[in-house]
């Protein structure tokens, strides 16, 4: 009975390493070609977990399962790409890709976010629940800034407004 088990196991495939080929995005699934480690081309789809997705580059590390103990059905359960992950220590967190964009939740309740430009989108507003922004640069504002004592165009037309010994143009025009 042990060997006829045995035999039956030996015939079903294990879970194996591959690396990454290409992926197609079309579908509501991301089909993936890559290579086994034996050198076979085998074809299947990356399984991500929900809200997360990511689109791994040719040269990425897989970890496949082959469904059924089949390669004709194989599902990519793990992927890792060592050449782009950013370097973490223990209990860290980070999200990153390969120009080298991250966000890593660092040790001591730091977010590091690395990158060029960062949109943030909100239809209604963006709050910021802290004592203090700081800025190293410039700080542009397509609309009104305001204290919530009175608006920096306010402000403006009283300095404007302001005038100096005799002169009868404000200063702020000379």
Partial sequence: MREQAARERASFRQAFRAIAARNNHKGAQIGVQMQGLAGENVSGELM?????TSAPLAGAEYIVLPVGGTSRHSVVIA????????KLADGEVALYTDEGDYIHL???RLIEV??????VKASTKVVFE???IEAAGHIAAAGEVSDGIRAMSEDRAIYN???HGSSP???AQQ
């Fill in 169 to 171: 143009v404000p200063d």
């Fill in 114 to 119: 690395e990158t060029q430009t960062l949109v």
């Fill in 79 to 86: 992927s890792e790409d060592g050449r782009y992950r950013v």
């Fill in 48 to 52: 991500q977990h929900y809200g997360f």
């Fill in 106 to 108: 660092k040790r001591g």
């Fill in 161 to 163: 407004g302001h005038k």
């Fill in 130 to 132: 802290t004592p203090k």
